[in-house]
Nanobody, 123 residues
Framework: QVQLVESGGGLVQTGGSLRVSCAASGRAFSSYTGGWFRQAPGKEREFVAAISWSGGTTLYADSVKGRFTISRDNAKTTVYLQMNTLKPEDTAVYYC????????????????WGQGTEVTVSS
């Protein structure tokens, strides 16, 4: 079992930056792919980014490529999402997740989920 707790969400202006974190506990989180998804009001949950267990390979949604950076610190069992040049359309609840699949981007490939942290980008 893996427990995930997100933090770092908040209110930021358009063009600003924010870093959200995901602290993991439980069995061997460092062996899982780490992922971030987001869900805006009235919309389905969508893939944002994923990072391999070693941190050596990353994957991004086209909508955030070049603006967001996913990273992980396995010693601290934490996954980060650095978000730069934020836009109002980035407003959503951001969820951390863990998958046994390599660089999964499908929601169904992730078995562990956090409760989410809210990010609001004002225009």
């Amino acid at each position: 079992q893996v427990q995930l707790v997100e933090s770092g969400g908040g209110l930021v202006q358009t063009g600003g930056s924010l870093r959200v974190s995901c602290a993991a506990s439980g069995r061997a989180f460092s062996s899982y792919t780490g992922g971030w998804f987001r869900q805006a009001p009235g919309k389905e949950r969508e893939f944002v980014a994923a990072i391999s267990w070693s941190g050596g390979t990353t994957l991004y949604a086209d909508s955030v490529k070049g603006r967001f950076t996913i990273s992980r610190d396995n010693a601290k069992t934490t996954v980060y999402l650095q978000m730069n040049t934020l836009k109002p359309e980035d407003t959503a609840v951001y969820y951390c997740s863990a998958s046994s699949f390599r660089l999964a981007r499908r929601h169904s490939d992730y078995v562990y989920w956090g409760q989410g942290t809210e990010v609001t980008v004002s225009s």
